[in-house]
């Protein structure tokens, strides 16, 4: 009898875990729903389409039960596209060309239902007002004209905060088109800074321009800007707000892009494992793969393909 008892004490522990990870996997079944935007820029950067792809596909390797669809060209004229949607991922061009300003009160029901919404690069730009107002509400912050800044330079994060989206991630550092110094909510209520580095003053010495400099940006020399954050609303919905995504080639960043990847999944109310979600960097090939416009005679995939090896290196 007692070696009976050992037997089935020990098939339930080996089924424990079993059941876990199972019912793990039940609960991420989310449907995840990324708009790109049009083209935009040209050849390996602000490739909305091409980023939109990878991003759902590592996504989908790294959790198997999420679901991922990926809407082209702009906001989806579908009314049902967002159905059962756990959160939305917007990666396209901002300013007065942000979906979001025409889709106002749809995407203000869904956030209402508790749905996400993660915004990256020029898509955190709204016009001042309503549209600004709403996206600091949904996503807790938002690039504003005559406030927020837009230079290129190399950003260096040593350090983290206690958050499910900061899971697993290392001090890194990377160039891109890091804007800061964005309109948080008033004394950064319920905002946590994801992301944050002390940008070189010459991007501060810039002039004066809507996106260039200002005389608010330059008073703070020397200080950190927030560069990623996330938000939880009181509708029990979650926003994250990611100013890089310039150029293409940086998805291929083991950091980077895990930063972005737990802070989507986050929105979609999935649990980040300690090490936060990881996946293989991707081939040079499927950088190339689904970008909007051909590749110039005399680009520089050599350079850019050992940045990447060095970027990755142990």
């Known amino acids: 009898m007692t070696r009976r008892l050992t037997f089935l004490s020990l098939c339930c522990a080996l089924l424990v875990p079993y059941c876990l990870t199972e019912a793990a996997s039940a609960a991420d079944a989310k449907k995840i729903v990324f708009v790109a935007g049009p083209r935009s820029h040209g050849y390996g950067s602000h490739e909305h389409y091409a980023g939109c792809v990878l991003l759902a596909k590592c996504l989908k390797t790294a959790v198997p039960s999420v679901e991922t ?13 967002f159905d059962g949607a756990a959160t939305i991922v917007l990666f396209s061009d901002g300013g007065g060309g942000n979906p979001l300003n025409r889709n106002l009160e ?13 915004c990256l690069h020029y898509a955190v730009e709204v016009p001042k007002g309503k549209p600004g107002e709403s996206l600091k509400d949904w ?24 958050h499910p989206i900061a899971n697993g991630l290392l001090p890194f550092a990377i160039e891109d088109e890091w804007y800061y110094h964005m309109r948080f909510r008033g004394e950064m209520r319920d905002v946590t800074p994801i992301l944050s580095a002390i940008p070189p003053e010459s991007t501060r010495k810039r002039p004066d321009g809507p996106r260039s400099g200002n005389a608010a940006v330059r008073a703070r020399a020397g200080m950190h800007e927030h560069l990623a954050w996330a938000v939880e609303r009181p509708d029990g919905g979650r926003g994250f707000g990611f100013t890089g995504g310039h150029w293409h080639w940086n998805w291929a960043h083991d950091g980077f892009r895990k930063a972005v990847l737990n802070g989507i999944a986050w929105t979609a109310g999935i649990e980040i494992p300690n090490h936060g979600i990881v996946t293989k960097t991707p081939t040079y090939e499927e950088l190339e793969a689904n970008q909007d416009y051909e590749k110039p005679d005399k680009f520089p995939k050599d ?12």
Not at 72 to 81: K, L, R, T, V
Not at 303 to 314: E, F, H, L, T, Y
């Open 69 to 81: 669809v990926v809407h082209n060209n702009g906001w989806p004229e579908d009314p049902h596209a």
């Open 303 to 314: 350079a850019w393909a050992k940045k990447i090896r060095q970027w990755n290196s142990p």
């Open 106 to 118: 749809q995407v203000d029901g869904l956030m209402k239902q508790g749905v996400g919404l993660a």
């Open 139 to 162: 996503i807790g912050g938002y690039f504003e004209l005559l406030w927020s800044v837009n230079p290129k330079w190399h950003a260096k994060f040593t350090e983290f905060p206690n």
